[in-house]
Antibody
Framework: EVQLLESGGGLVQPGGSLRVSCAAS????????MAWVRQSPGKGLEWVSS????????YYADSVKGRFTISRDNAENTLYLEMNSLRAEDTAVYYC????????????????WGQGTLVTVSS | DIQMTQSPSTLSASVGARVTITCRAS??????LAWYQQKPGKAPKLLIY???SLESGVPSRFSGSGSGTEFILTISSLQPDDFATYYC????????FGQGTTVEIK
């Protein structure tokens, strides 16, 4: 059974930084592309970033490009999202999501989701 | 970016009703479209991919159709467990979601 467990969310001031993590199990992590998708309170879904299975290809939404960095540790089966220069509009539940098999690229089709971690950007 | 527009935004229906939700893309995405179901406080769940392929374990009352720029999600006979919000998502390139359609009890 696929399990994706996010951690690291919390309250951060505008302009601050935060790193969220996702511990994955139940599948061969290194062979799957992964993604982060966020959902602002009461709002819809927004794709944030994706990374290939091998980690060599990364993709970002324009709204976070240059501020967020996605990475992965395949030895530890863990996905990360480093968030810098945070803004109030980054407040959201951040979901870790499993993509399709892809060592070198991402298909952007998500078939499993974690339960999410809440990031609140406020002074 | 490709814009995805769903209609209606909210839908009221009774148990047993046939329900259709439309999703339109701002440019052709071939059949690179997925549908998700989300219940309050829960993560989304994949229902349909490649416009019409049913994800494993999803009831057959759910079906998808369309290609290019217009897509439809159909629930053939609405069940109590189906009251939720539904999102379409294009994955032709940098992925984008529709704004969601909430299916409410009539």
């Amino acid at each position: 059974e696929v399990q994706l467990l996010e951690s690291g969310g919390g309250l951060v001031q505008p302009g601050g930084s935060l790193r969220v993590s996702c511990a994955a199990s139940g599948f061969t992590f290194s062979t799957y592309a992964m993604a982060w998708v966020r959902q602002s309170p009461g709002k819809g879904l927004e794709w944030v970033s994706s990374i290939s299975g091998g980690g060599g290809s990364t993709y970002y939404a324009d709204s976070v490009k240059g501020r967020f960095t996605i990475s992965r540790d395949n030895a530890e089966n863990t996905l990360y999202l480093e968030m810098n220069s945070l803004r109030a509009e980054d407040t959201a539940v951040y979901y870790c999501a499993k993509d399709q098999p892809g060592y070198d690229n991402s298909s952007f089709l998500i078939d499993d989701w974690g339960q999410g971690t809440l990031v609140t950007v406020s002074s | 970016d490709i814009q995805m527009t769903q209609s209606p935004s909210t839908l009221s229906a009774s148990v047993g009703a046939r329900v259709t939700i439309t999703c339109r893309a701002s440019q052709s995405i071939s059949r690179w479209l997925a549908w998700y179901q989300q219940k309050p406080g829960k993560a989304p769940k994949l229902l349909i991919y490649r416009a019409s392929s049913l994800e494993s374990g999803v009831p057959s009352r759910f079906s998808g159709s369309g290609s290019g720029t217009e897509f439809i999600l159909t629930i053939s006979s609405l069940q109590p467990d189906d009251f939720a919000t539904y999102y379409c998502q294009q994955y032709d390139n940098s992925p984008t979601f529709g704004q969601g359609t909430t299916v409410e009890i009539k």
